[in-house]
């Protein structure tokens, strides 16, 4: 059985900054590409970022494009997300992805990953 394990989220003013983590353990496994998603209060999970293992491409959504960066260690399964100049609206509950299915291409949608963590929750005050 795989785990994804998030840690680094917390209460932050507005123009802050986190850095999340997300490890992988349990059964071993070669992922494809990891990613992060988020999901706010009364909102749908939205994608915000993933990395291509194989490629080394970064992938991120439009509203987090140029604040936030993704990174990680395809060897280890671990994944970080730096956030930097947050906003109130990036406030909701951060989950780590992982697809270890190689011939999968997507890396946006929630249905391209079968292994998820828990979540860790980022709050944003104004």
């Known amino acids: 059985q795989v785990q994804l394990v998030e840690s680094g989220g917390g209460l932050v003013q507005t123009g802050g900054s986190l850095r999340l983590s997300c490890a992988a353990s349990g059964r071993t ?15 749908e999970r939205e994608f915000v970022a993933a990395i291509s293992w194989s490629s080394g491409t970064q992938y ?9 960066a993704i990174s990680g260690d395809n ?3 671990t994944v970080y997300l730096q956030t930097n100049s947050l906003k109130p609206e990036d406030t909701g509950v951060y989950y780590c992805a992982a697809d270890p299915n ?15 963590g828990q979540g860790t929750q980022v709050t944003v005050s104004s």
């Open 29 to 43: 496994f070669s992922s494809r590409a990891m990613a992060w998603f988020r999901q706010a209060p009364g909102k």
């Open 102 to 116: 190689p011939w999968r291409v997507g890396v946006r949608r929630s249905s391209d990953y079968p292994y998820w």
């Open 60 to 68: 991120y959504a439009d509203s987090v494009k140029g604040r936030f």
């Open 75 to 77: 060897a280890k399964n």
